[in-house]
């Protein structure tokens, strides 16, 4: 027999005397904190107080019991002895429910509560007795026909080749859904190069049949609501950028206690890290990089990071997804002016600020008469005015820009305009070194060499640029293959999920 303890839920004003619309029946596994997990999503998705949920452990398992006081409504904890399987656990659990309609729900996977309700409607509406999910993770199925049949494999005998009948002809009640994928961006400031890199890799997933969404990690945790979105969704998709370099958000920094409580697999794909002392979250760093599954860096640097790490298992070398973005792909190069792009330095205690009057005096000398607008307004320390209008057909009106901006080097590059690198970070240098640019890039306090390198880079400007349409080209036939083996591999963890 089953031992049932019941606790204390949350609280209701007036609870129904009448039998619980839905019983909801799971089975605790062995990992308490992805239960614990699992818990504080149903309490995310505040169950209607007619519905009860049936918890099956057959392990002695421990619940945190202060946090199932406040998650769900009516709540049962089975404790079956004895080496069960599920489907007998499921019949066990059957016998203690109340519920009108039974919701089995394999290995702790989120549902759509909307969802559930228009099955649960469905049923009622065409006199069906039971609907079942495609990949069977969810059995709906009304009780006292459960009771009838005499339990759970009698359920599924009795269905045979109808299920999968009514599955080619779209009948049942679980309603096909599109994958659902969670975008995790950085949008700090809303900076050109994190909206680019978003933009791309979203249109590239909708235009492979996911629904996407997007939650950005720049604000805390809690402001974020990353865990409960996360647990909500069907895949979390990390989409790089310089998302580590000094700073880093706290899904990143605390992954090493953070991670027990994503239910969902995830990858990271154009991820860059720099040099920088990480050695106050590398078990995260290292934790991030094992669990994922894919994880492509920018650059080689950045894959020698994770490795210091003594990650067992360890990032591929990629580029920046932003090489196969569709809309850089079909603008042209129109114009032959001569701009720059400037930004605030973020590690003025590392490297030492721009002297932005000598960088002044060095743009106008080689005919720089007004800058492309930048999010942070540093730039205006040049004296010289700023284009507001739209960046990437300034950048198309241009022959050679002045940038520090890393993803404007990457937007002129795809266009076919040159670029002189000003490298404030390493990940520049590194770019300029994947587009055979290196000669041409600049240090922070290279003002004076700027006229110099602006004249060699003129006169051997069709070489310069050749040799990098060469470079773009594999750039980009390397950023789509990536994209597409993250989409292969993601699909493959969604259907085993």
Known sequence: MAEVDSFPTRSTTARAC?????????????????LDAYLRYLGWLRLPDNYE???????????????????????????????????QFFDRAAMAAKGKYLLYVRNLIPFDKTILEESIKDLEASREKVSISANKTFVLVERSHFASLGGFRALFDSLGLRVEQAYAEKNRNFKDKKATVLLVVCLFENNFGDILIYETINKKLKDAGFETELVEVSQSLNESGLIEKANNSDFLYFVGGGIIERWAPQIIKHFDSLYKHIQVPY??????????????????????????KFFYTRDE??????????????????????????????????GD????????IPYIDITGDLNWKLWSDAL?????KSLIHDCHNAQSKLGIPV?????????????????????????????????????????????????????????????????????????????????MDTRVSGLKARANEIIKNSIRIMEKSINEN
Do not use: W
């Not at 990858?267 to 994922?292: H, I, P, R």
């Not at 002016?337 to 605030?344: C, E, I, P």
């Open 337 to 344: 002016v001569v701009t720059a792009s400037f930004r605030n």
């Open 301 to 334: 640097e950045s894959a020698e990071t994770f490795r210091k790490t003594g990650a067992c298992k360890l990032p591929t070398a990629g580029v920046d997804v932003t090489f196969a973005n569709d809309m850089l792909t079909q603008l042209e190069r129109t």
């Open 18 to 34: 009448a039998a619980p619309r839905c019983s909801i029946i799971v089975f605790a596994g062995n990992d308490s904190c992805k």
């Open 387 to 467: 284009d507001n209008s739209d960046i990437l057909q300034q950048i198309s009106h241009a022959n050679i820009i002045v940038v520090m901006r890393f993803h404007i080097i990457i937007a002129a590059s795809m266009i076919g305009v040159l670029t002189i690198p000003i490298n404030y970070c390493p990940k520049v240098k590194r770019l300029a070194e994947q587009l055979g640019i290196e000669e041409y890039c600049l240090e922070l306090n290279d003002h004076d060499k700027l006229e110099s390198t602006f004249q060699r880079l003129k006169s051997n400007e069709k070489t310069v640029r050749k040799n």
């Open 267 to 292: 990858g990271v794909v154009g991820l860059s890290t720099g040099e920088f002392d990480y050695a106050g979250f590398n078990n995260s760093l290292k934790l991030f990089c094992e669990k994922a």
């Open 53 to 87: 949920l049936l918890i099956v452990s057959g392990r002695g398992l421990e619940l945190n019991k202060e946090c199932l006081k406040v998650t769900v409504p009516t709540l049962k904890v089975l404790h079956v002895d004895g080496p069960l399987n599920q489907e």
């Open 364 to 368: 106008r000398k080689i005919g720089v």
